[in-house]
């Protein structure tokens, strides 16, 4: 029984003060390395440090507590409304496996070996952490990153480029990931002729609004990024969620399509893009968003080619 009430109320005091970390970092925007890192291992390494108040415990209990106590605060965000299922599920594997470090270096260090006090471990992990807070508050402004992707399409760059300028609809997506709610390039108008002309891309989110720097028919289009709608809609069961990261940590800078003859009648079109992100670790959140990205420009891409083989044959009859 007293086993049972140290766990629970080792538990609730590392949610609390977890809680109370994410939510003063969130409300000042931060969404780095103390969201991700600080406060995972927080939530392995302080639950053990208290659990050694009430003598040595074996690795599983450690390991059992930890997993319920990242399972809480999950839990927590979602029924406050305070985060949706996909970044949580997404932060998954950045998250965990530093809870799980953080956990092992409790037990080691407290249980195991007793080579820290607990008092003393308890008190240098929760400095730890406000340290990390603060220093975080002088961020940098995030990099720009640019993804890029071919394909080849059967009709010249006349007709490709025809396409291009006239893709309207997209139709519906076919991969999980957009049904999931990410953001999907769902319609491409182009208001105007030449550079200065107003590029549009409907996304399940919102438009994404260009304006267009580069005009070479046949060759080449480019274009600088206006507006950015959200980057995705949050799935929630207890209700809506809009977390701060929705707005502004997702940047669109712009892109471009470039249009290169391979053969008599055959095109090589590649479609990039460049954006900015302000959330870290930086390389893992990057790997998310050119995955994220890739996956739009092979939507948009396979659209055109199959317009663009499509208007080859028509003009052929």
Known sequence: ????????????????????????????????????????????????????????????????????????????????????????????????????????????????????????????????LATSLLAEMRQRQGLTYTVANSIDIAAPPSIVWTALIHMGDLGPPTDLLFKLGVACPQRVDIYGNGVGAMRVCTLSTGQLHEKIVDWQPERRMAWLSVTTPAPLKELNPFGTTDPPHLHGFYKSVGGQFTLTPIGADSTRVTRSSSYQHNMYPAYYWKLWCDYVARRGHIHVLKVLREDAERGRLATAH
Do not use: N, Q
């Not at 009430?54 to 927590?76: H, N, Y």
């Open 1 to 128: 029984m007293r086993s049972t009430v140290d766990r629970v109320l080792s538990l609730l005091i590392t949610v609390a003060l977890a809680a109370a970390t994410a939510a003063f970092a969130i409300g000042d925007r931060r969404y780095g390395w103390t969201v991700f890192v600080s406060i995972p291992f927080f939530l392995g390494f302080f639950p053990a440090a208290l659990l050694r108040f009430s003598g040595p415990k074996a690795w599983r209990e450690c390991l059992r507590l930890t997993i319920g106590t990242v399972l809480v605060l999950s839990l927590g965000f979602l029924v406050l409304r305070a985060e949706g299922i996909i970044c949580l599920l997404l932060a998954v594997p950045l998250a965990l496996p530093v809870a799980i470090f953080g956990a092992y270096m409790g037990y080691l260090l407290l249980h195991k070996t007793a080579t820290l006090p607990p008092v003393g471990a308890a008190t240098l992990v929760v400095i730890g």
